[in-house]
T-cell receptor
Framework: ELKVEQNPLFLSMQEGKNYTIYCNYS?????LYWYRQDPGKSLESLFV?????AVKQEGRLMASLDTKARLSTLHITAAVHDLSATYFC????????????FGKGTKLTVNP | NAGVTQTPKFRILKIGQSMTLQCTQD?????MYWYRQDPGMGLKLIYY???????DKGEVPNGYNVSRSTTEDFPLRLELAAPSQTSVYFC?????????????FGPGTRLTVT
């Protein structure tokens, strides 16, 4: 059974600093997803990582996947207040139907 | 394109009542999903569908039913509502093509059962 764990669950950081959110998963996952959720809002897709060694970047966010270590990371560079949100990673149980298993989320607060 | 739409946005139910949460997508996606999100938690899959007429259970299907008579619509039915079903419900759809794994989420329905 696929389990997904994120850490930290809460992260408070200053603007301009760098930090990394970690996502570990327990068994083989076909793909690894990162989503952003603002308070009271829906989920916004950030990245879909398809294979070992995959790296994707968008603005100040960069995601990577190491399938051998069963680890994905979301790196934040020079954080700005607008990045404050909850970030979820999700693994895929696959089988052709892409059933996602989510972590509990990391609530990121970027302070001026 | 409206994307994925859900109605209602909010609902309060009494214990034992029933209701249907509506979900419609206009992107001609084959795959559709229902998730619930409890406070401070990630989403959990309730049911999913890989096409019209085909549905299957996810992680937490008890207390819910679904149907998929058209590509566009995927309603979620709650029978005999219980306080444990208080949650935010998200519908999602995906094209699930060769390189299309992304799931597009609707705005959510916030349900309270008292």
């Amino acid at each position: 059974e696929l389990k997904v764990e994120q850490n930290p669950l809460f992260l408070s950081m200053q603007e301009g600093k760098n930090y990394t959110i970690y996502c570990n998963y327990s068994t083989t996952s076909d793909r690894l997803y990162w989503y952003r959720q603002d308070p009271g809002k829906s989920l916004e897709s950030l990245f879909v990582l398809l294979s070992n060694g995959a790296v994707k970047q968008e603005g100040r966010l960069m995601a990577s996947l190491d399938t051998k270590a069963r680890l994905s990371t979301l790196h934040i560079t020079a954080a700005v207040h607008d990045l404050s949100a909850t970030y979820f990673c999700a693994g895929s149980r696959g089988g052709g139907s892409e059933k996602l298993v989510f972590g509990k989320g990391t609530k990121l607060t970027v302070n001026p | 394109n409206a994307g994925v739409t859900q109605t209602p946005k909010f609902r309060i139910l009494k214990i034992g009542q029933s209701m249907t949460l509506q979900c419609t997508q206009d992107m001609n996606h084959n795959y559709m999903y229902w998730y619930r999100q409890d406070p401070g938690m990630g989403l959990k899959l309730i049911y999913y569908s890989v096409g019209a007429g085909i549905t299957d259970k996810g992680e937490v299907p008890n207390g819910y039913n679904v149907s998929r008579s058209t590509t566009e619509d995927f309603p979620l039915r709650l029978e005999l509502a219980a306080p444990s079903q208080t949650s935010v419900y998200f519908c999602a759809s995906s094209p699930r093509g060769e390189d299309s794994y992304e799931q597009y989420f609707g705005p959510g329905t916030r349900l309270t059962v008292t």
